[in-house]
């Protein structure tokens, strides 16, 4: 009897682990890594425009700053960082956008109370954070920040990023990936 409950026992084990290693194994698959190719998505944003991955890709980078909730202690330092170092990233020939998976409403009242300078995508569907591998067991999107260049590939991605120093950090790693700086045009 011990044999037999033995071999049950052996056998239920190795099932729970195959079943384990089958739901493991798509999620890390479908991760981003660097020199992959970022995937298009399309959203609304806080500012009332709609804006696609496609629009920018042989154009300029993008910076995709993904954030967990609107009007959380931790997010809304990130996003206020990020709006506190504008001029130093705007002089970066750059679109950066935060993302979230809220409402487009909650991320235009949550960019209308912080006076954010830049768009707030809005992923409520959330299968733009699927797709970049950002989705939280939680349903909320992982605090990552994403390098995309005008190719449309991921060449950086941030996985601790730190609120209160996002917006500094953002702009060093644009510096660091030799990101174009906006040209001035004489006499201007």
């Given at each position: ?123 409520p569907e959330k299968t733009m954070t699927q797709a970049f591998g950002v ?54």
């Amino acid at each position: 009897m011990f044999k037999q409950l033995k071999k049950v026992a052996s056998r239920t084990a190795t099932v729970a682990l195959l079943s384990m290693t089958a739901m493991i194994l798509p999620s890390l698959s479908s991760a981003l890594e660097v020199g992959d190719k970022a995937p298009d998505f399309t959203l609304q944003a806080s500012n009332g425009q709609t804006y696609s991955l496609a629009d920018f890709v042989g154009k300029q980078p993008v910076v995709l700053a993904f954030f967990p909730a609107a009007f959380t202690g931790g997010c809304t330092i990130q996003c206020k960082a990020i709006r506190d170092s504008s001029d130093e990233i705007k002089s970066y020939n750059v679109a950066y956008f935060m993302a979230s998976v809220d409402t487009v409403e909650k991320n235009t009242e949550f960019a209308k109370e912080y006076e954010l300078d830049f768009p707030v995508l809005a992923d409520p569907e959330k299968t733009m954070t699927q797709a970049f591998g950002v989705l939280s067991e939680r349903g909320f999107a992982n605090r990552w920040t994403y390098y995309i260049d005008a190719q449309g590939i991921v060449v950086k991605i941030d996985k601790s990023t730190n609120p209160s120093s996002a917006g500094k950090d953002l702009a060093d790693s644009m510096a660091a990936l030799g990101f174009p700086r906006v040209t001035q045009s004489a006499g201007l």
